[in-house]
């Protein structure tokens, strides 16, 4: 089974320039999170769907940050402008809520370099 | 705002020794999920623990939820060098089944051998 699915890997880019992740969740999953991780700051979740809806996104850092997501089987993580203090891994996780938390599957990061 | 401690941050052990670490949280927790991370990997989910007083244990690792479901903690023993990784807690707060975690900052274990 395909797990959770991030890409690029890795992001290499001059400061100013727009950012777009993107993550594929596990079919049937109905909630996805997006998180950063730095060593500063360790793992932050910066913002969450159930049902491709937005549920929380108190996360986010500022108005650079926006996300989407479109349909059951895609999400956008976009930075624009981006600056070299958003260089972090991001993960993308999904998984399925009904009624008790469950486990989340994290995809491999998206490794984001600002220059 | 709600937040999860975890402690130590770093461990440096020798392979055979056991390892302990411990996760609090400022408010009351519905369940509590532990996840292992690899140097260069991403979290792995290891065991979800959900009531008063609970003790879980998979192997050599045991897991416990304390009886206030405020603290948790992970003990591993006799540590080997695949046990090598940053060991996180994530708590879900309240009545909450949302899915949104709270993840404390990890401890990362080194294993010498």
């Known amino acids: 089974d395909a797990g959770v699915i991030q890409s690029p890997r890795h992001e290499v880019t001059e400061m100013g320039q727009e950012v777009t992740l993107r993550c594929k969740p596990i079919?049937?999953?109905?909630?996805l999170f997006w998180y950063r991780q730095t060593m500063m700051r360790g793992l932050e979740l910066l913002i969450y769907?159930?049902?491709?809806?937005?549920?929380?996104d108190s996360g986010m850092p500022e108005d650079r940050f926006s996300a989407k997501m479109p349909n059951a089987s895609f999400s956008t993580l976009k930075i624009q402008p981006s600056e070299p203090r958003d260089s972090a891994v991001y993960f993308c996780?999904?998984?399925?809520?009904?009624?008790?938390?469950?486990?989340?599957?994290f995809g491999d990061g998206t490794r984001l370099s600002i220059l | 705002g709600q937040q999860v401690m975890q402690i130590p941050q770093y461990q440096h052990v020798q392979e055979g020794e056991d390892f302990t670490t411990y996760c609090n949280s400022s408010?009351?927790?519905?369940?509590i999920q532990w996840y292992k991370q690899r140097p260069g990997g991403h979290p792995v989910f290891l065991i979800q623990?959900?009531?008063?007083?609970e003790v879980k244990k998979q192997k050599r690792l045991t897991f416990q939820f304390g009886e206030a479901k405020k603290n948790s903690s992970l003990h591993i023993t006799a540590t080997q060098t695949t046990d090598v990784g940053t060991y996180f807690c994530?708590?879900?707060?309240?009545?909450?089944?949302?899915?949104?975690?709270?993840f404390g900052q990890g401890t990362t274990l080194q294993v010498k051998p």
């Open positions: 623990l959900v009531k008063s007083g």
């Open positions: 769907f159930n049902n491709n809806v937005p549920i929380d």
């Open positions: 994530a708590g879900a707060h309240g009545s909450s089944n949302t899915g949104k975690l709270i």
């Open positions: 408010t009351t927790l519905s369940n």
């Open positions: 996780a999904s998984s399925f809520q009904a009624g008790l938390n469950q486990p989340q599957h």
């Open positions: 079919s049937g999953h109905n909630s």
